[in-house]
């Protein structure tokens, strides 16, 4: 299994805007979100072994910090024309059977996991209240077999920072994942990796 990881786009970068659809068939924009309160953006999709080695402890995540005030949005990037594990048919059905609380957009065009720099499936982007990036990086250090349990404790102590206006230390480890699965020619030049999944 290849391995892709984080872009770890610039601290302090601004949100870029984004116009999706959600899985329950409404538009769903960046003004639509809380101005003021921190948004944690997650990249994923339904197929990845990364991904569903975290589907459990995402929803439980998400409901745990939606609670406590952040925003979460998840995001799939991926072409469902190689990839149609992750349509939007089944990107509803895997919101359902997951539990998953947040928000799950389709980015059709790729346009905006190509304005975030996103990599890998997950890829996680925290925001501050000022929507400034604060945190870019792992869920935790737990990888599909390597036994660790997972926990979430790097995304966790971000959260509860930036929860507090307090700031994120700049010791952040990358997100490691599958690559993103761009539309055959249009794969963006920070692209590196190839991913076997």
Known sequence: ??????????????????????VD????????LPADKPLLVMFICNHCPFVIHLQQALA?????YQEKGL?????????????PDDSPEKMTEMAQAS???FLYLYDETQQVAQAFKAACTPDFFLFDQKHQLAYRGQFDDSRPGNGMAV????????????????AVGDAQKPSIGCNIKWIQGQAPDYFTGVSAE
């Open 60 to 64: 439980d995540f998400g409901k745990e």
């Open 151 to 166: 926990t979430g404790q790097d995304l966790r102590e971000a959260s509860d920072a930036v929860l507090a206006g307090q």
């Open 71 to 83: 925003t979460v949005v998840a995001i799939s990037s991926n072409d469902v024309s190689t990839h």
């Open 25 to 32: 068939g409404k538009q769903v924009s960046l003004s639509d």
């Open 99 to 101: 539990g998953w609380s």
């Open 1 to 22: 299994m290849v391995m892709t990881a984080s872009t770890m786009l610039p601290l302090g970068s601004t949100i870029p805007d984004f116009s999706l659809l959600n």
